[in-house]
């Protein structure tokens, strides 16, 4: 058994961008005050940030929607 969980393994590189856009389009419609709490929508996002081999775009845009849902 692995020490790492599967939830930490959501996310590759390869489909990071379209879990970015869907992100983005929760946050911006709902804002993190949806169904789901702040907390779930942070750790979506953190969990995201974790990804290996971020690219510096993916990285500034999952920054924003960390500043958007502290500012929620």
Same mark, same amino acid.
């Given at each position: 058994?692995?020490? =790492? %969980?599967?939830?930490?393994?959501?996310? %590759?590189? +390869?489909?990071?961008?379209?879990?970015?856009?869907?992100?983005? *389009? =929760?946050? #911006? /419609?709902? +804002?993190?005050? %949806?169904?789901? #709490?702040?907390?779930?929508? $942070?750790? $979506? =996002?953190?969990?995201?940030?974790?990804?290996?081999? /971020?690219?510096?775009?993916?990285? #500034? $845009? /999952? *920054? $924003?929607?960390?500043?958007?849902?502290? *500012?929620?």
């Amino acid at each position: 058994m692995h020490n =790492v %969980s599967a939830r930490a393994l959501l996310y %590759s590189v +390869g489909h990071l961008d379209s879990a970015i856009e869907h992100l983005e *389009q =929760v946050l #911006s /419609l709902e +804002g993190a005050n %949806s169904l789901f #709490s702040k907390t779930y929508w $942070r750790g $979506r =996002v953190v969990q995201a940030l974790s990804t290996p081999g /971020l690219a510096p775009s993916q990285h #500034s $845009r /999952l *920054q $924003r929607l960390l500043d958007r849902i502290a *500012q929620a």
